[in-house]
């Protein structure tokens, strides 16, 4: 069974940029979670979908968004980019049923300058 | 919020040495999952603890859960260099909905 698949594995933008990061979950998973980690902050969850659904939202500004298609593939976006915002992007999937578990995928470097 | 503080923040131990990592929540908590992760890569799943007084081993990792205590202990028996890592105690803050907050990270690094 393939894992989760997330890419680019790595990107530089800069400042004012936006950047779209994808998300392809472990097969029959209908959830989708996206993580932020940072060296400061450490990991702080961002959104996670359910059937193409947002159920729910961490605190984050709205240049952060997303959205899951009906293969519950995801994405995510960062529009107006900024210094700290360079972080790793980690997606995980889960069958949605609060089992506990989620599945990561090896995650997204973004750097910004 | 729910917040969770791990200790220590990191540590070094020798190889064939025992160690614990605490995690403690500001609120009650009703599960508390234990993940590793090595540098720059995604988390591993190493198990769940869901009531008080749970406790659950796999290999030499040995969790337990203190519901009292809003805590919750992570214990390698004789470490090896495989074990280094972040470890990282996660808690459902969202009732079900996989909205997990997570500690702040213990770096483990064993010494051959």
């Known amino acids: 069974k393939a894992g989760v698949t997330q890419t680019p594995r790595y990107l530089i933008k800069t400042r004012g940029q936006q950047v779209t990061l994808s998300c392809s979950p472990i097969?029959?998973?209908?959830?989708v979670s996206w993580y932020q980690q940072t060296p400061g902050q450490g990991l702080q969850f961002l959104f996670e979908?359910?059937?193409?659904?947002?159920?729910n939202k961490g605190n984050f500004p709205g240049r952060f968004s997303g959205r899951q298609f009906s293969n519950s593939r995801s994405e995510m976006n960062v529009s107006t980019l900024e210094l700290g915002d360079s972080a790793l992007y980690l997606c995980?999937?889960?069958?949605?049923?609060?089992?506990?578990?989620?599945?990561f995928g090896e995650g997204s470097r973004l750097t910004v300058l | 919020s729910q917040e969770l503080e791990q200790s220590p923040q990191s540590l070094i131990v020798q190889e064939g040495k025992n160690l614990t990592i605490n995690c403690t929540s500001s609120?009650?908590?009703?599960?508390l999952y234990w993940y590793k992760q090595k540098y720059g890569e995604g988390l591993i799943f190493l198990m769940m603890?869901?009531?008080?007084?749970e406790e659950k081993s796999h290999e030499k990792i040995t969790a337990k859960l203190d519901e009292k205590k809003q805590q919750s202990s992570l214990h390698i028996t004789a470490s090896q260099p495989s074990h280094a890592g972040i470890y990282l105690c996660?808690?459902?803050?969202?009732?079900?909905?996989?909205?997990?907050?997570f500690g702040t990270g213990t770096k483990l690094q064993v010494i051959p």
């Open positions: 995980a999937s889960s069958a949605g049923l609060n089992t506990g578990e989620l599945f």
């Open positions: 097969s029959g998973h209908r959830s």
């Open positions: 979908y359910f059937s193409e659904t947002q159920r």
């Open positions: 609120k009650t908590l009703y599960g």
């Open positions: 603890l869901q009531k008080g007084g």
């Open positions: 996660g808690a459902d803050s969202s009732g079900g909905y996989q909205k997990v907050t």
